[in-house]
Structures are given as structure tokens and as C-alpha cells.
């Protein structure tokens, strides 16, 4: 009997361990990974999957098998695996729809169900799928959001044996626990989807209004969270950077069509109403509630105009002052200018334009963050560059310019004499750079991508790297 007691107070200790783990975790893909994992080490189980209710069906989220070393699902990705029918022939699928538990000693032997599908993977892979016990995911509504299924349930020798009884109602009580855990993580991220719809959806309402600058916004963002990766910026930050990103023009809504709009120089006032357009984006998000962990956004969207050396706007702040995201956002905003074509001149030829992020380090730029911006691979600054025009990337230009850094190519592009090898770079590079984007044709970004523009002649005009004049 004391042995049974203590057996029971280490599987109960376990048990509020292990739901302590499970509360904590907000990843939904890391979430779903441990549920199963440590479901696992409670019944000493070789195997397991979690399925996740969608409607009419079952989705595999997450497979874990230690004798085939298969990790699949949770936080590797989404599984390509046919789902299930939520009907009772299924034994995961009687299990979602009745709430019962099910314990099989052995599946071979089972009549109740349709274990045609384990008899297929084990015949494919080897494995003989023995012992199951399968256990609905309940939430505190009593509702089955998913299914645990544990497998070959193992001895201290390593023998495949039942699964006792008394876990049934253990892993029944963990499942519970991870139900309300899937729950709340789900809750989490579609509140974080919700949030970066609303922020693409304000960003949008800028790009309403001038189809040549359109996504902007977009390819701003995607340098700066591709400069921020390389960088090695953890994932809460990178979230920062991206809606800052995404609204750094938001306050051109605030700035007149004749300004905004206007195809030649611009009068000093009219610069002057141009520039206030930072301020009014800072403004206007710090009338949004941010989570603490976003409230940056307005602070690194609002420094965006400001300069290295200390001469940009609306702050004069210098150097270490401007926050890091809007270093990167500076050099991307600049650049993502001087490659945008607009109704009165092509874009700028790529040599010159990579020369005025280089020469300006130091003085507009971050000298840091421009040697960021030239270690992206080639390949993925090209698809930025061409997101939304017609026609695609040819798969093995990208495999050949995945090879060379924007640096790279900058030197390659200064020299005279190139090498065949240097001359392909460029061949490959430049039938995409050269194309235009015929804007009757709808070649215009949409969706999620089409969010803002940068600015009109004599506005910003990339940063202020122009104030007043033509690119």
C-alpha cells in the first residue's frame, strides 16, 4: 500500500508539474510538441500524435516516435497528412465525438475499430503498432478541441506492454490541462493575428492613394526584418520592428493630396507639412493600446527620419539614440525609394543606389546596419525588390544569387573587367531589376502585401536623402 501511495503522490507531483510547463508555454506550436512529449514521459509511451478538431474532421497536429526518431509537427511546421473523419469507425475520431477513453492492449487484435491506417504505416516503416491508449482533449466548457493518442506503452526492459488503467484518468486530468493551454495559446495568437491585420489594414489605407507606391510599406518591412534576422533580433522583437515597419507613413494621412500627390519640387512649406508626417505616425499609434511587449512600436516607427550624425527629423537624435529597429527601418525606407519607380523616372540603376546607402554611411545611415543591409543574400533582397510584378523568380536564379551577398555584388558591379561568373550575377540579377511595372495592367502589389507608399518628389524622398528635389 506505501508503495502504491508513493507511486501515486510522484505521478500527481508530475502531473501539476507538468501543467504548470503547459500553462506557461505561448507558442501553440511548441505547446502542442511538449503536450505530446511529456504525455509521453508520464506513461513511459515510445509514441504519440495529436490531433486538433477542425470542424468535419481531424488534423494531425503532432507525430513523435522515439524507435523510428520521427519528430513532426508542433514547432517543425504543419503536417501534410490526410485528416481524419470524425466518424466512430476511427477510434481518435469515436474518442473526439463521444469524450470517452479508449484503452487497447493490442490494435492487431481489436475488433471495435478501423486500424486499417496503423497496419498501413507499419508495413511502410517497420513499426508494429501494439498498445494505444487514446484520450479526449477537453476543455473547461467541456468542449473536445483535440485527441492524444499514445502508443506501445513500454516496460522498464523496453518491452511493449498495455497501458496500466490507473493512467487512464491521469492523462484524461493532463489532457485537460493542455486542452485549456491549446486554448489559451490559440487565443494568444489569433489576438497577435488580429493585431497585425489591423495594423496591415492601416497601412493600406495609405496605399489607397497612389498606385505607384504601392507596397511600400511591405518592402520596407520585409528589409528591416530581413537586415533584424541577420542581426540575430529574438522573435519578440522582431514583432516590433515589423509594426513599426508597416506604419512608419502612417501619418502621411494627414499630410493633403496636393503634398503628398505632387509630381514636381516641392515649396519649403510644403516640405515643411511633407516632414510633419513622422510626427503625425507617432501621434496617432500612441492613441493605440500596445501589449507591453509592442509598446516600442510607436517609438520606432516615429524615428525613422531621424540621421546617424544627428541632422534628420522630427528629434535630432543621433547615433545610439535612435532606437536599433529604426536604424535598420532608415536604411530600408531609403533604399526601397531610390528602387521604386514613379510615373516621372525609372528606378535608379542599382549601383548608384547601393553607392548612396555606402557613402552615406557614417553620416545618414548607421555604419552597422548599412553592412547589415550588404550581408542579405542577393536572392532575397530580389524578392523583395520584385514582390507583387508578374512573372515570378526563376528557381535557379534564386539558387545562384542565394550565394551572393548584396556586398558582394555592389563590388562586382564597381568593377570594369568581370569574370563569366561575375557577368552571369549580373545578367541574372538585372532581367528582373530592369523589367517595369505596367500599373494599367493591375502589376501592382495587393493584399497583404500592398500597405503604403514612400514619398513624392520632394518628400522624405527616401529618408531625406532628397529634400526638395527629384530622385
Do not use: W
Not at 113 to 121: L, Q
Not at 345 to 365: C, D, Q, V
Amino acid at each position: 500500500m506505501k508503495e502504491e501511495e508513493r507511486r501515486l503522490r510522484e505521478q500527481i507531483h508530475a502531473l501539476n508539474r507538468i501543467g504548470i510547463a503547459l500553462t506557461a508555454e505561448r507558442d501553440l506550436g511548441r505547446l502542442l510538441e511538449r503536450i505530446v512529449r511529456e504525455a509521453r514521459g508520464f506513461t513511459r509511451a515510445d509514441a504519440g500524435t495529436l490531433y486538433l478538431v477542425r470542424g468535419d474532421h481531424l488534423e494531425c497536429a503532432v507525430v513523435q516516435n522515439d524507435t523510428l526518431a520521427v519528430q513532426m509537427g508542433g514547432a517543425h511546421g504543419e503536417l501534410d497528412l490526410p485528416p481524419v473523419p470524425l466518424k466512430p469507425d476511427y477510434i481518435s475520431a469515436y474518442v473526439a465525438l463521444t469524450g470517452k477513453v479508449v484503452n487497447i492492449p493490442d490494435v492487431y487484435a481489436s475488433r471495435e475499430f478501423d486500424f486499417e491506417g496503423p497496419r498501413r504505416y507499419d508495413a511502410l516503416t517497420g513499426y508494429r503498432t501494439k498498445s494505444m491508449l487514446v484520450v479526449p482533449m477537453q476543455d473547461h466548457r467541456a468542449r473536445t478541441i483535440g485527441v492524444l493518442q499514445l502508443i506501445n506503452a513500454l516496460s522498464p526492459q523496453g518491452e511493449v506492454v498495455p497501458f496500466r488503467e490507473e493512467y487512464e484518468e491521469l492523462v484524461r486530468s493532463l489532457a485537460s490541462q493542455a486542452a485549456v493551454a491549446i486554448d489559451n495559446a490559440q487565443l494568444i495568437s489569433d489576438l497577435q493575428k488580429m493585431l497585425g491585420s489591423f495594423m496591415e489594414a492601416l497601412a493600406s489605407t495609405i496605399d489607397a492613394r497612389d498606385p505607384y507606391t504601392a507596397g511600400h510599406s511591405y518592402r520596407v518591412t520585409q528589409y528591416t526584418l530581413a537586415m533584424a534576422e541577420l542581426d540575430g533580433t529574438p522573435p519578440e522583437r522582431l514583432r516590433i520592428y515589423k509594426y513599426a515597419a508597416f506604419l512608419h507613413d502612417y501619418g502621411k494621412i494627414g499630410v493633403r493630396d496636393a503634398v503628398l500627390l505632387k509630381p514636381g519640387k516641392l515649396t519649403s512649406e510644403e516640405y515643411r507639412e511633407a516632414q510633419a508626417h513622422v510626427a503625425y505616425t507617432q501621434e496617432i499609434l500612441s492613441r493605440i493600446y500596445f501589449p507591453d511587449e509592442l509598446r516600442e512600436v510607436p517609438e520606432v516607427a516615429g524615428a525613422h527620419q531621424e540621421k546617424y550624425d544627428g541632422t534628420g527629423y522630427p528629434q535630432g537624435l543621433r547615433d545610439g539614440q535612435i532606437p536599433r529597429g529604426a536604424r535598420m527601418m532608415c536604411v530600408a525606407d531609403v533604399f526601397d525609394a531610390l528602387t521604386s519607380e514613379r510615373p516621372y523616372r525609372e528606378r535608379m540603376p542599382i549601383k548608384k543606389a547601393l553607392s548612396i546607402l555606402r557613402e552615406g554611411a557614417g553620416t545618414h545611415f548607421d555604419p552597422e546596419m548599412v553592412d547589415l543591409f550588404f550581408g542579405l543574400p542577393l536572392s532575397r533582397l530580389l524578392a523583395i525588390l520584385e514582390h507583387g510584378r508578374e512573372g515570378g523568380l526563376d528557381p535557379e536564379d534564386v539558387k545562384v544569387l542565394s550565394k551572393v551577398t548584396v556586398g558582394e555584388f555592389y563590388q562586382v558591379l564597381l568593377k570594369e573587367d568581370r569574370s563569366p561568373r561575375e557577368e552571369e550575377i549580373v545578367r541574372r540579377f538585372s532581367r528582373y531589376y530592369r523589367r517595369k511595372r505596367d500599373i494599367n495592367a493591375g502589376d501592382v502589389p495587393r493584399g497583404t502585401g500592398s500597405l503604403q507608399r514612400v514619398g513624392r518628389p520632394g518628400l522624405i524622398r527616401g529618408g531625406g536623402a532628397f529634400p526638395g528635389g527629384d530622385l
